[in-house]
């Protein structure tokens, strides 16, 4: 089993800076993708970033130039900046890890509350 603990959301300014980190404990596969998604209320999840163990990355269109997916492999810990935030950013932020030689198998973390206010 894989555990996910996502920190770092909060209340923010338009313009303002967040940074969010997920560390991932247990039986962890390699190689894997580890991700962030958000869901606004009454919308769907949405990928956010991804980042491959081989550090590949793939950003949505709406925060390219913005986000910034980074992974510390040794620390099993994702992180994102996110610069120039928006009100349209808000939503519960999920830290996601999928192996990739395993796609039945996809963990979650609990989610963190991003809120940016106008």
């Known amino acids: 089993q894989v555990q996910l603990v996502e920190s770092g959301g909060g209340l923010v300014q338009a313009g303002g800076s967040l940074t969010l980190s997920c560390a991932a404990s247990g039986s962890i596969f390699r190689p894997n993708v580890m991700g962030w998604y958000r869901q606004a209320p009454g919308k769907q999840r949405d990928m956010v970033a991804t980042?491959?163990?081989?550090?590949?990355?793939n950003y949505a269109d709406s925060v390219k130039g913005r986000f910034t997916i980074s992974r510390d492999n040794a620390k099993n810990t994702v992180y994102l900046q996110m610069n120039n935030l928006k009100p349209e950013d808000t939503a519960v932020y999920y830290c996601?890890?999928?192996?990739?030689?395993?796609?039945?198998?996809?963990?979650w973390g609990q989610g963190t509350q991003v809120t940016v206010s106008s």
């Open positions: 996601n890890l999928k192996p990739i030689l395993i796609p039945t198998r996809d963990y």
């Open positions: 980042a491959t163990s081989g550090d590949s990355t």
